[in-house]
């Protein structure tokens, strides 16, 4: 089945440090990867969808400087969450979609990132 | 965001029976995906299904697309230990490849 791969899968980290986060897609390639975020007891919302070789398109509210999307090949997409503070800390996770309409989003394990 | 009401929000059973959960919508989707989601971890898909009507089955769990394209309901049969964990839906709209996920329904088995 396809695999979708997250690192790391804890952070902790200090106010005012970047973080990066990486997600592969481990046997397909993904032209389209999404990046979720998930806080304690709720569901996920969607941040932005990362697509191989152009720019992020981002959700309403989520900002773009702050939440750093590359997708530079078809296998990892990066997010870095720059100049972290508290409120950033959360459940971040990535999915992948294998090209071609018959296929869903596969999800990453997710990441938990903790600022101090 | 938009998030599609999903109920119960959180259920509490005894091993061996039936559970019944449902995901509504204002807005017409094109496909309705069920997801479990265990603690800590990525949600893992369960069912897609893609026509209006559609019934499909995977093992104990049995979905349906509603026919009026605004909901879909879960069925899990017989419930085992192992069904413990966070469902979500999510609907796909017409020529878009975003997920909208539904508030989600705790399961919890009462031993």
Redesign the interface.
């Known amino acids: 089945g396809a695999v ?1 791969s ?1 690192h790391p899968s804890r952070v902790i980290c200090k106010s005012g440090t970047s973080v990066k986060i990486e997600c592969r897609s481990l046997d397909f390639q993904a032209t ?1 990867m ?1 990046w979720y975020r998930q806080f304690p ?6 941040m932005a ?1 990362s697509n191989e070789g152009s720019k992020a398109t981002y ?2 509210g989520v900002e773009k400087d702050k939440f750093l999307i590359n997708h530079a090949s078809l296998t990892l997409s990066t997010l870095t969450v720059t100049s972290a503070h508290p409120e950033d800390s959360s ?1 971040y ?1 990535c ?1 992948a ?1 294998r090209q071609g309409n018959s296929y ?7 990441t ?1 990132l903790t600022v101090t | 965001g938009q998030q599609l009401n999903q109920s119960p929000q959180s259920m509490f059973i005894q091993e061996g029976e039936d559970v019944s959960m449902n995901c509504t919508s204002s807005s017409i989707f094109n496909t309705w995906l069920w997801y479990k989601q265990d603690p800590g971890e990525g949600p893992v898909l369960l069912i897609a299904l893609y026509k209006a009507g559609e019934l499909t089955s995977n093992g104990r769990l049995t979905a349906q697309f509603g026919i009026t394209r605004k909901d879909s309901f879960l069925n899990i049969s017989a419930s085992i230990p192992s069904d413990v964990g966070i469902y979500f839906c999510a609907g796909r709209g017409f020529g878009n490849e975003k997920l909208t996920f539904g508030t989600g329904t705790r399961l919890t088995i009462i031993p």
């Not at chain 1, 869903?104 to 997710?110: A, C, I, M, N, V």
């Open positions: 979708v997250q389209t999404f007891k709720k569901s996920l919302m969607l969808t959700e309403q459940f996770i999915s979609r869903e989003q596969y999800f990453g394990p997710g938990r």
